[in-house]
Structure formats: structure tokens, C-alpha cells
């Protein structure tokens, strides 16, 4: 058996990167107008909460993007078969007819891709896919249709027999996508010569705040972590009319970045964060985010740096998919013909950078703001999420317990 690779990058200033798995082709459908998007919207925040169930277990801060993963998910699952294909329909929530999915898929990508004339020049939006397979190990061609087709995703041949070579060439290739923002994603090791296909996506997402913060209204202070103890952070801090909601579990404001599809939504509990994350589904985020409304409001928040490599294998099992990881279950034969394939490592990397903005002025006195109404105070664990609000798909999800030296 030989092992199928799938990577899932990230980084957030944001940029995000992804990889993913595959589903089988049918007879390569006639071309269509651009279907819904809203479909892949259906599971999208149900598989984001499945994965935090598990991943809420790991220590310290967290940042992963669930629209990435399960993006590189749905290209394994669009060359997978029987049981295994099944599988990540299920923890996917991809329901329906597989060419809408793809149809949808592609949608999602000429939206993403489309130029923004008006936008800053600050603003950036890049998805990119690409299947490297051993130099003699051509996938099939129906396959290699529908990547094309509904992916934008090319397969180049690599030399995974010179593992170091074939890691540095996939590296400088998801640099190149990622403006060098991800840069040594695959570590020196972190390939060997048994990888037969690997599968790896990228999105690339950096936006300015609509509403800068103003450097001169950063200071140092004092951030409580959950062991009591305090750290000395840097606190930017705005005040103005915000959309904020006050609930007896948790305070939750919501930042636009300077484009109309893009927010990211603060939520800082008023108790112990892992308790209150452990009750967060995607019911409750819908009944805080719902409740947001436009209010004179002070927000204090630390400069962050988020993210590190996540091995997504363990979790992506204790969530339902199986199959696939099964040496002598799993089915990729709609990729290969082959089913002598089996996911083998699925490692996932985001980088979230969130501080005063490229385009921020320096006008402030190097003093917090003056508080004014509702008073927002993300000095102590807090949650966040990044969505494409329009569309209703999360591309981060995380916590920060301590947001580390700025």
C-alpha cells in the first residue's frame, strides 16, 4: 500500500492555506451556469463545531480554518469510492448530486478569485490547488478533467523517490501561492519516499480593517491568562458605534474588513472560556452573532500572532471519517484505479495575524481610547471567528489563551 498525502495550510493577516482529498467522478457533466454557493454553505459551520469538538482538547491557543479543511476534504472525497467516499459525505454534510457539489465548488472559487477594483491595494484573495504526483503514478484521466475543470487544480509529476527534493519544490510552490507567507511549511522529514500522491490547497487571505485602528491609541498592559497569571501585551484599543452584543455568558463584537463579504467577530466570555467553548455550537454562534447590534462601544484587544502545524489524521477519525486512513479499507480508485492508496498524514497549518492594519494612521496620544458606552475588554481568553459573511462559510476559528510577546 502506498500513502496518499493531504495538506491543509494557512495564514491569516490573514492568509489561510489548505490541502485536501477526493471523491469519484462521474462521466464528466456538461458545463453549467454558476450554481448556488449558498450549497456548500449547508454543512459548512456543522463540520467547523465537529472539529473543535475535538480539537478544544489540545493545550493553549488554537487557530484552524474549517473552510479550508473541509475544502481539501471534498477534493479527496471527489476521487474517492464506496465506503470511503460515503464517509466524508456524511461528516462533510455533502448532500445532493456530486457535479452541483463540484459545480459549487467552482462558483465558490470564480467568487473568491473575482477582481475588487475598489478595495484597497492591501486587500488579497488567493486560492490555489495543486496534485503532485509520483512521476510515474499518472492519475486518471476522468480525474484529472474534474480537478481541472471545477478545481482550478493542476497535477504536476514530483520525484517523491528524492523525498528532500520533492519537499523543497512543493514548498517553494505554496510560497509562490501565498505571496511567501507560508514559508517551510513541509519541515525537513516530513516527507518520505512511500508518498505516492499529494494533494495541497492554498488560500491566501489578507484584508485590511474597514475601521483601522489608530497606533496611537495602543499602549502596553496586562493581559489575564487562564492560570491567573498576567501577561504584558500590547492593547490596541477604538471606540465609536459598533455592533456588539451583551449576553449574561459573553460579550461579542464584530470587526469588518474592508471589503463587504469579510468580518471577524470577537467573542470573549464572561466566565471560564473552556466551559463556555465547550457549550459553543453552531446554533449558539448563530443566536450571538444574530443578536448583534449597533452600539457606542469601546473595544480593547491584544496584537496577536496565531497558529501552528495541526495533525488533522486523529481527529478527522474521532469525527467520523475512517475509510479512508484504513490500509485495507480505504477506496481511491476514481483517482487512481487503483485502490492500493490510503490517506496517510493530514497536516493542517494557519497563521492569523491580527494587530492595527497596514493602512492604520498614528494620531492617538499613546493612550487607550477614552471609554465610551458598552465596554469591551478582550483582556483575558477569548474566541474568535473569521467568515466570508456573505456566503456563510468560516475560514478560522480559534482561541487565544495568551497572545504571546508584540
Avoid at 140 to 145: D, G, H, P, T
Avoid at 262 to 273: A, C, K, N, T
Avoid at 310 to 321: H, R, S, V, W
Avoid at 361 to 379: F, H, I, L, M, Y
Wanted: aromatic fraction near 8%; charged fraction near 25%.
Amino acid at each position: 500500500m502506498r500513502s496518499l498525502w493531504l495538506f491543509i495550510l494557512g495564514s491569516l493577516a490573514l492568509t489561510v492555506a489548505a490541502c485536501r482529498a477526493l471523491q469519484p467522478p462521474a462521466p464528466m457533466p456538461k458545463p453549467v451556469g454558476r450554481a448556488d454557493v449558498a450549497h456548500l454553505a449547508v454543512g459548512d459551520r456543522a463540520f467547523a463545531f465537529r472539529l473543535l469538538s475535538i480539537l478544544r482538547e489540545r493545550d493553549g491557543n488554537l487557530a484552524f480554518s474549517p473552510a479550508g479543511v473541509r475544502m481539501a476534504l471534498s477534493l479527496a472525497w471527489a476521487g474517492a469510492g464506496g465506503e470511503t467516499a460515503g464517509e466524508s459525505e456524511t461528516v462533510l454534510g455533502l448532500s445532493g448530486d456530486p457535479t452541483a457539489i463540484h459545480q459549487s465548488h467552482q462558483a465558490l472559487l470564480a467568487v473568491w478569485k473575482a477582481p475588487r477594483g475598489a478595495l484597497p491595494s492591501s486587500f488579497k484573495l488567493r486560492v490555489a490547488q495543486g496534485f503532485f504526483a509520483q512521476a510515474e503514478r499518472r492519475p486518471a484521466q476522468a480525474f484529472i478533467e474534474l480537478l481541472q475543470r471545477y478545481y482550478d487544480a493542476p497535477v504536476s509529476p514530483k520525484d517523491f523517490a528524492a523525498p528532500d527534493t520533492a519537499r523543497d519544490q512543493v514548498n517553494r510552490w505554496v510560497e509562490t501561492k501565498t505571496s511567501d507567507r507560508l514559508e517551510g511549511f513541509l519541515p525537513t522529514g516530513s516527507v518520505d519516499s512511500g508518498v505516492e500522491l499529494m494533494l495541497v490547497s492554498a488560500l491566501d487571505f489578507e484584508a485590511p480593517w474597514l475601521h483601522p485602528f489608530d497606533l496611537g491609541h495602543t499602549s502596553r498592559g496586562k493581559f489575564k491568562k487562564a492560570d491567573g497569571k498576567s501577561a504584558d501585551v500590547m492593547l490596541m484599543s477604538t471606540s465609536g458605534e459598533l455592533l456588539v452584543n451583551e449576553t449574561p455568558e459573553a460579550q461579542v463584537v464584530e470587526l469588518e474588513y474592508a471589503t463587504e463579504d469579510f468580518v471577524f467577530d470577537l467573542i470573549v466570555p464572561r466566565g471560564p472560556l473552556p466551559a463556555f467553548e465547550a457549550a459553543l455550537d453552531e446554533k449558539k454562534l448563530d443566536q450571538l452573532l444574530a443578536g448583534l447590534t449597533p452600539k457606542e462601544a469601546t473595544l480593547t484587544l491584544p496584537r496577536f500572532t496565531a497558529g501552528d502545524a495541526i495533525e488533522l489524521a486523529g481527529p478527522l477519525q474521532k469525527i467520523g471519517i475512517h475509510a479512508a486512513f484504513a490500509k485495507t479499507k480505504a477506496d481511491f480508485s476514481p483517482m487512481t484505479g487503483t485502490r492500493q492508496l490510503f490517506l496517510s498524514s493530514v497536516p493542517h497549518r494557519i497563521r492569523l495575524v491580527v494587530d492595527e492594519g497596514a493602512t492604520a494612521e498614528n494620531k492617538g496620544d499613546g493612550k487607550p481610547v477614552e471609554t465610551r458606552g458598552v465596554d469591551v475588554r478582550a483582556t483575558r481568553p477569548f474566541l474568535y471567528v473569521v467568515r466570508d459573511k456573505k456566503r456563510n462559510l468560516v475560514l478560522a476559528l480559534g482561541r487565544v489563551v495568551e497572545p504571546g510577546p508584540s
